[in-house]
């Protein structure tokens, strides 16, 4: 009689595959933004996250697999939000606008900041560190594109060398204040809490950026 196979067990505690993926993933994010990459261990996850060491390594591969596999996940949602804007009717601002509006209310459902984890992974060296740099660059370049066909279209004045430096600023200044959302007003002097103060935080932040790049 021919033997049954038996089970991977480093599934075998886990009813669903995306159900403990994404448990590890978040597991993660929050480990990283607490302790950094280096101080953070496949063994504390686990834990963090109910499964197993072997499971994470099956899924992964690698602590460095994990990690990246966060950095793309959470550039990728981003990005997503940069192409769905770039293909807005309406003028250069109403696009900015839109990614803005847009990108808040996804960082916004989650039960924590992505600012701790961003941060943290921004500054680590090698491989997660290298591949978060080269996905951000990657989206500000995508934002960049936003501001280069507004002038092509004329409706923003023609800017002096590589738009970057500007898409950067627009980048970092509100959509990195985003990621911060769950901050209390008084850790970070602006109250982001509700739809209308979200809104009125771009519209004015949207009137800083565009009152010298819209074509008069």
């Not at 049954?4 to 075998?12: G, H, K, T």
């Not at 109910?50 to 994990?66: C, D, V, W």
């Not at 807005?88 to 960082?107: D, P, Q, S």
Request: glycine share 8%; aromatic share 6%; with cysteine.
């Amino acid at each position: 009689m021919q033997a049954v196979p038996s089970p991977n067990p480093a599934l075998s505690e886990t009813p669903s595959r995306e159900d403990a993926r994404t448990k590890i993933l978040e597991a993660t994010h929050q480990l990283v933004g607490d302790h950094g990459f280096d101080a953070t261990s496949i063994r504390e996850i686990a834990k963090a996250s109910g499964t197993n060491p072997a499971l994470i390594y099956y899924y992964f591969g690698s602590k460095e697999g994990l990690f990246g596999e966060l950095a793309n996940l959470n550039a990728d949602r981003c990005a997503e939000v940069l192409r769905d804007a770039a293909t807005l009717e309406g003028t250069t601002r109403e696009r900015v606008g839109h990614f803005l509006t847009n990108w808040m209310l996804v960082v916004g459902q989650r039960a924590t900041s992505y600012g701790p984890w961003f941060r943290q992974t921004l500054h680590s060296p090698g491989e997660p560190g290298d591949m978060l740099r080269s996905r951000v660059a990657g989206n500000i370049r995508l934002l960049a594109n936003i501001l280069e066909d507004g002038m092509r279209r004329k409706d923003l004045r023609e800017i002096v060398g590589d738009p970057m430096p500007i898409a950067a600023g627009i980048m970092l200044s509100v959509a990195g204040l985003a990621m911060e959302l769950i901050l209390k007003q008084d850790q970070s002097g602006v109250d982001l809490t509700t739809a209308q103060n979200r809104k009125a935080f771009i519209d004015r932040m949207l009137d800083v950026w565009f009152s010298g790049l819209e074509a008069r």
